[in-house]
Nanobody, 124 residues
């Protein structure tokens, strides 16, 4: 099993900044892509940013130039630095990771895990 624990959400005024963290734990062999998604009330969950194990990243258009995703492969942690926050960024933010884990003494299996979500609220 692989578990993801997020932290760093909260309430901030428009124009402010927040930094989200998500740490992976468990019988992990390797982690490939790690990413951040968000879901606003009444809307579908959407991809915010994703980063590969090699450090390549992609962002949804609405956050380009304001958000930065990064990761620490030793700590198995992904970060999302959010600057110039806007009220429309208000949502529950979820981290996601995929990779392989030790499913037994001699076996590896693929995993896709989600964090529990952290609320980000941006006031106008």
């Amino acid at each position: 099993q692989v578990h993801l624990v997020e932290s760093g959400g909260g309430l901030v005024q428009a124009g402010g900044s927040l930094r989200l963290s998500c740490a992976a734990s468990g019988s992990i062999f390797s982690i490939n892509d790690m990413g951040w998604y968000r879901q606003a009330p009444g809307k579908q969950r959407e991809l915010v940013a994703v980063i590969s194990s090699g450090g390549s990243s992609n962002y949804t258009d609405s956050v380009k130039g304001r958000f930065t995703i990064s990761r620490d492969n030793v700590k198995r942690t992904v970060y999302l630095q959010m600057n110039s926050l806007k009220p429309r960024d208000t949502a529950v933010y979820y981290c996601r990771a995929e990779g392989t884990y030790h499913s037994g003494s001699y076996y590896l299996a693929d995993f896709t895990s989600w964090g529990q979500g952290t609320q980000v609220t941006v006031s106008s």
